[in-house]
T-cell receptor, first 110, second 115 residues
């Protein structure tokens, strides 16, 4: 079983809608959680980090963390075609080992 | 800061040749990660260093792969001998290992093609 699981998608949403991306992880000792965005042919770009249970908002992005359920999500409000990319969930343990999920491909249709 | 710098950006080599990939982490960062990305397997952690010391190399696929970090500002990933199945994009990333805000930033990657 992979340590960090994501639905590979593609997730298709219309422009202006809310995109919801989900991630589960297996290591209960995980301490830090990240969302990266990767455009085709580019390197992963950090967009959100979250360290405690609850919600964290940054512009159109909201990260949600539930450590009891070992679940992390990313909501993108007012989705734009420029949001079309692969979104990678990453989890960091106490030793700073950073493990990625397989990514979810998001397509925002105009 | 210029960010994480990797070289070369592209490498085409023949099977059996030695390949060396290079990485300069962000100044002040004390953790460095080497990842490999393919369509089939996604982003795989190969090895990571804390304070120049290799912590976990369980992701290194075979003895053909080796990585070093001789100082805080430089790391190499070597493949010897290279094989066509090593073709992938190799990313280096760095972060701080202080227990607070351990956000990792990636270099632009090296696209390796072994023919």
């Amino acid at each position: 079983q992979k340590e960090v699981e994501q639905n590979s998608g593609p997730l298709s949403v219309p422009e202006g809608a809310i995109a919801s991306l989900n991630c589960t992880y297996s290591d209960r000792g995980s301490q830090s959680f990240f969302w990266y965005r990767q455009y085709s042919g580019k390197s992963p770009e950090l967009i959100m980090s979250i360290y405690s249970n609850g919600d964290k908002e940054d512009g159109r992005f909201t990260a949600q963390l539930n450590k009891a359920s070992q679940y992390v999500s990313l909501l993108i409000r007012d989705s734009q075609p420029s949001d079309s990319a692969t979104y990678l969930c990453a989890v960091n343990n106490a030793g700073n080992m950073l493990t990625f999920g397989g990514g979810t491909r998001l397509m925002v249709k105009p | 800061d210029a960010g994480v710098i990797q070289s070369p950006r592209h490498e085409v080599t023949e099977m059996g040749q030695e390949v060396t990939l290079r990485c300069k982490p962000i100044s002040g960062h004390n953790s460095l990660f080497w990842y490999r990305q393919t369509m089939m397997r996604g982003l795989e952690l190969l090895i990571y260093f804390n304070n120049n010391v290799p912590i976990d190399d369980s992701g290194m696929p075979e003895d053909r792969f080796s990585a070093k970090m001789p100082n805080a500002s430089f790391s190499t990933l070597k493949i010897q001998p290279s094989e066509p199945r090593d073709s992938a994009v190799y990313f280096c990333a760095s972060s701080t290992w202080t227990g607070q805000d351990p956000e990792a930033f990636f270099g632009q990657g090296t696209r390796l093609t072994v023919v």
